[in-house]
């Protein structure tokens, strides 16, 4: 026998269920990767979480291999070589880069990423040297002037100043708030 009030609460449970997506929406950035050339590079999603962030990268036409990636201080990819992005995002200067220097101050800092052979790429990277907005207490991506990831030629050797050795910017994707 059907219970009315039954379906109220199913409805309610329902409606409770999906109130954290509407909040995972509103923290979220993303972009669009483009090459030097202009051409389509992949995504990235940069979503708030617990004490920093979590990255998705999916890449496409990309040279196989392993690419240093960085989070840099300015939203902007003009191309042909992405250096209106600034440097690497961070909070105190002279800024120190490194994953593996014990002195290190860089948040923009991310663990390399490998390129299969056919030129693609899925990973997710978590990171707790930034947030994503000014409310977080680490340096935020989105603030008045934006941010941008970026993917380098080379590996990041973790250590090397001040970049790691990783070379030319060959990727990048300026980060836009979610709705």
């Not at 040279?63 to 600034?86: D, Y």
Request: glycine share 12%; charged share 10%.
């Amino acid at each position: 026998m059907f219970n009315p009030g039954l379906k109220r609460v199913a409805v309610l449970a329902c409606a409770l269920a999906s109130a954290p997506l509407a909040a995972f929406a509103a923290d979220t950035a993303s972009g669009a990767l483009i090459g030097a050339d202009g051409a389509s590079k992949g995504t990235v999603q940069v979503t708030a979480a617990p004490g920093g962030v979590l990255v998705r990268i999916q890449t496409t036409g990309l040279a196989p291999g392993w690419h240093g990636v960085h989070f840099h201080e300015k939203g902007n990819c003009a191309t042909p070589k992405f250096t209106s992005a600034g440097a690497h995002v961070h909070a105190v200067t002279p800024v120190v880069h490194g994953l593996l220097n014990a002195n290190a101050n860089d948040a923009g800092d991310l663990p390399n990423i490998h390129v299969g052979p056919d030129g693609s790429a899925t990973v997710e990277l978590y990171s707790t040297l930034v947030s994503l907005t000014p409310a977080g207490s680490h340096p935020p991506l989105l603030d008045t002037d934006g941010a941008a990831l970026v993917i380098h030629a080379h590996p990041d050797d973790y250590q090397t100043q001040p970049i790691g050795g990783a070379g030319d910017r060959v990727a990048c994707a300026v980060l836009h708030p979610q709705s």
